[in-house]
């Protein structure tokens, strides 16, 4: 059996996917596709993992590492806009769990930026406003938030959106609190989603970093992506130009549509999160020794190392079909909605397991399987919770709504 995972990465193995890739997933990928992934996953390997629970602890964001990231040319991977690598979702979706199963917050950092941000711009800009932002974004010159999230609303957004927007002349007018914004605390564009208060629909807004009247704070004590720099934001009479309204984004519809998109991002975050638990809980039964043998030997353990395993193939292979079928301009809100559910439930319970085969070193940063036990906790929550989620693809099972 190759153990693959469970050992740093070499220059001769590089290119081989990991042994927690049980039904070769990876092989779906054309071989340019295969080599990014394994770019992607040697650059994690060798300057991510040594350093990331450094600043996990003191929650910090390793900026250093943004010109190596930049590098692999995986920002807004699966968007065909100007200047974008047009990959399609199923490559997306791969190395977005490839950055995950290193570090959630590193991939969450990219999946706010490449993701929401700049998918933001893709389906909600005009050709010039695309056309402005999107190459300097993929190249991550300029790097991106999206706020949409408020201190009083987070399921019920789409109802209760308060942050306003109110037409001056040639420019808008936004007022409002932001929290939970990814990145925020130090990118260049933030999306802002406010109300209209004309015609009351939600619009989306470029707002540009330093403009008057928008001021970020970082949110600290944070127990979960602790690397993610979130921040709540105030807007206080923020002036923003008529270019940088969004020109297609013109009611909370659109704004869903790239939720839609991205929550199959958080999809496959979170089965990355699984797989890097899996896989350290995998490397620790090699090494670990008790009454004089390996615990790798022991039947108990090969039972909690079998279940996580088939949480993170049985992720894998719903996310591989849905990716496909955006792929295919064919998915849906339930799809990606079923995949988020099913994949954070899997990974809850799989780095539980992992935490569990490690005993009490699992909750030690050295062995980096409470990091994923931290870090699953924020992804279970984010991009619509579990039950809102449920309640998505309950009715478009049953034609009948269930929301309250």
């Known amino acids: 059996m190759s153990t693959s995972a469970s050992r740093p990465a070499q220059d001769d193995d590089v290119r081989d996917a990991p042994f927690s890739d049980f039904l070769g997933f990876e092989q779906l990928l054309a ?20 350093v990331i629970n450094d600043y996990w602890t003191r929650a910090e964001f390793p900026h250093e590492l943004v010109p190596g990231l930049a590098g692999l040319g995986i920002a807004g991977l699966a968007h065909d806009g100007p200047g974008c690598p047009g990959r399609g979702a199923l490559v997306g979706g ?15 950092f990219i999946g706010v930026h490449g993701g929401l941000a700049m998918g933001s711009i893709r389906h909600c800009g005009s050709p010039e406003q695309q056309e402005r932002w999107l190459p300097a974004m993929a190249r991550m010159e300029l790097l991106g938030a999206f706020g949409l999230t408020e201190p009083d609303v987070g399921s019920a957004i789409s109802m209760g959106l308060a942050t306003s927007a109110r037409r001056d002349g040639d420019a808008w007018i936004l007022n409002g609190r932001k929290k939970w914004i990814g990145n925020a605390a130090f990118a260049d564009l933030t999306i802002v989603w406010a109300r209209d208060e004309d015609d009351g629909e939600v619009k989306g807004f470029v707002v540009e970093k330093d403009t008057p009247g928008f001021v970020t704070t970082k949110q600290e004590d944070k127990i979960a992506l602790r690397v993610v720099q979130n921040a709540e934001i105030e807007l206080t009479d923020v002036r923003v130009s008529e270019e940088n309204r969004l020109q297609e984004a013109n009611s909370f519809a659109d704004t869903a549509r790239v939720l839609t998109l991205t929550r199959m991002d958080v999809a496959w975050q979170a089965t990355g999160c699984a797989r890097g638990a899996y896989e350290h809980a995998l490397r620790y039964t090699t090494e670990r020794e008790q009454f004089g043998r390996s ?22 292979a719903m ?32 780095v539980g397991w992992a935490r569990e085969v490690l005993g009490g070193n699992g909750i030690l940063l050295e062995h980096h ?36």
């Open 295 to 316: 615990i790798g030997s022991f039947q108990l353990v090969h039972d909690l190392l079998v279940k996580m395993l088939a949480n993170v193939t049985a992720s894998t």
């Open 94 to 108: 791969m190395v977005a769990m490839e950055l995950s199963r290193i570090d959630p917050s590193i991939g969450t």
């Open 31 to 50: 071989e340019e596709d295969r080599d990014l992934l394994s770019r992607t996953r040697a650059f994690l390997t060798r300057e991510v993992e040594p």
């Open 369 to 404: 399987v409470g990091r994923f036990v931290a870090d699953a906790e924020a992804i279970y929550s984010y991009e619509g919770t579990r039950e809102i989620n449920t309640l998505i693809v309950g009715r478009a099972i049953t034609g009948e709504s269930a929301f309250t």
């Open 319 to 350: 996310n591989v079909r849905a990716s496909q079928l955006q792929d295919a301009g064919q998915l849906r809100d339930e799809h990606a909605s079923l995949c988020k559910v099913h994949s954070t439930v899997r990974m809850r319970e799989a």
